[in-house]
């Protein structure tokens, strides 16, 4: 692995790490500690096709990223709604 493939690996594991923490962090909204933990899940896709694992990264992006984050927003939309009631 060449200098400028380490740096790249290194920063975004500090942003995976950093969206992790922000995904945990008790102060933060439910609806931006959705989108961190899908930030997470897009990092660690993109690590996936850095590390040559297409297919486990296609797989990341489309179920960790973008169906597991929708999921999300509906379920906390349909709690919202039903706490209403």
């Known amino acids: 692995m060449n200098d400028m493939m380490l740096i790249f690996s290194l920063l975004l594991s500090v942003a995976m790490i950093s969206a992790a923490v922000m995904a945990i962090w008790p102060s933060r909204s439910r609806a931006i500690a959705i989108l961190a933990a899908g930030a997470v899940s897009l990092f660690a896709s993109i690590m996936f096709l850095v590390l040559a694992a297409p297919d486990v990264a296609m797989t ?3 179920i960790g990223s973008g169906l597991t984050t929708f999921l ?11 706490k209403d009631d």
Do not use: K, N, Q, Y
């Open 60 to 62: 990341e992006a489309a």
């Open 72 to 82: 999300f927003f509906f379920v906390l939309g349909r709690v919202r709604s039903s």
